[in-house]
T-cell receptor
Framework: NAGVTQTPKFRVLKTGQSMTLLCAQD?????MYWYRQDPGMGLRLIHY???????AKGEVPDGYNVSRLKKQNFLLGLESAAPSQTSVYFC?????????????FGPGTRLTVT | AQSVAQPEDQVNVAEGNPLTVKCTYS??????LFWYVQYPNRGLQFLLK??????LVKGSYGFEAEFNKSQTSFHLKKPSALVSDSALYFC????????????FGPGTRLSVLP
């Protein structure tokens, strides 16, 4: 049982390049989330999904797109990377049984945009 | 709007001494409150949560937290700190009236000195 996994672990992009971050969970969770973590700012929600085929915007969605074609996978895309998107990205999942669910986090992806 | 404050960027405590990591929150309704811990180069791990009921909540690794509605606080405590408790601690709040969004505090770095 791997829990939540993220690919890749590290990436360096040049401004304007695109990339996709993959999140996978093997816990049959309904809900999945993408966060970014910046120093002194905690985690901020980018997008989330409450089930296969659904997505919704979080607090900081601009410049990102997401897709949830399969229940176990949640993809985060950057179409045209900017230096302001340099951050550590975390994926999380939760069972979806209620608002008191805790979240399970992946190990993170460190992205640098030059 | 929901918000979370962690007034201390850094907390230092000697091994064996009690520790407290502070958290205050602002929500419009009754909050769901969570504590997570992040070890270096790892994702966040759930420690404990308050949903309703007893104001003192016990969690993983000997941690506990006290919910105080009048002071809108949810401080994390441990009677006897271990060097291995050194990590980054995040308080998070979810207002059921706002759906899926968690709001995380900026984090407090705990250093337990041998």
């Amino acid at each position: 049982n791997a829990g939540v996994t993220q690919t890749p672990k590290f990436r360096v992009l040049k401004t304007g390049q695109s990339m996709t971050l993959l999140c996978a969970q093997d816990m049959n969770h309904e809900y999945m989330y993408w966060y970014r973590q910046d120093p002194g700012m905690g985690l901020r929600l980018i997008h989330y999904s409450v089930g296969e085929g659904t997505t919704a915007k979080g607090e900081v969605p601009d410049g990102y797109n997401v897709s949830r074609l399969k229940k176990q996978n949640f993809l985060l895309g950057l179409e045209s990377a900017a230096p302001s998107q340099t951050s550590v990205y975390f994926c999380a999942s939760s069972p979806g049984t209620g608002l008191d669910d805790e979240q399970y986090f992946g190990p993170g992806t460190r992205l640098t945009v030059t | 709007a929901q918000s979370v404050a962690q007034p201390e960027d850094q907390v230092n405590v000697a091994e064996g001494n009690p520790l407290t990591v502070k958290c205050t929150y602002s929500v419009s309704g009754n909050p769901y409150l969570f504590w997570y811990v992040q070890y270096p180069n790892r994702g966040l791990q759930f420690l404990l949560k308050y949903i309703t009921g007893d104001n003192l909540v016990k969690g993983s690794y000997g941690f506990e937290a006290e919910f105080n509605k009048s002071q809108t606080s949810f401080h994390l405590k441990k009677p006897s700190a271990l060097v291995s408790d050194s990590a980054l601690y995040f308080c998070a709040v979810r207002d059921p009236g706002y759906g899926q969004n968690f709001v995380f505090g900026p984090g407090t770095r705990l250093s337990v000195l041998p």
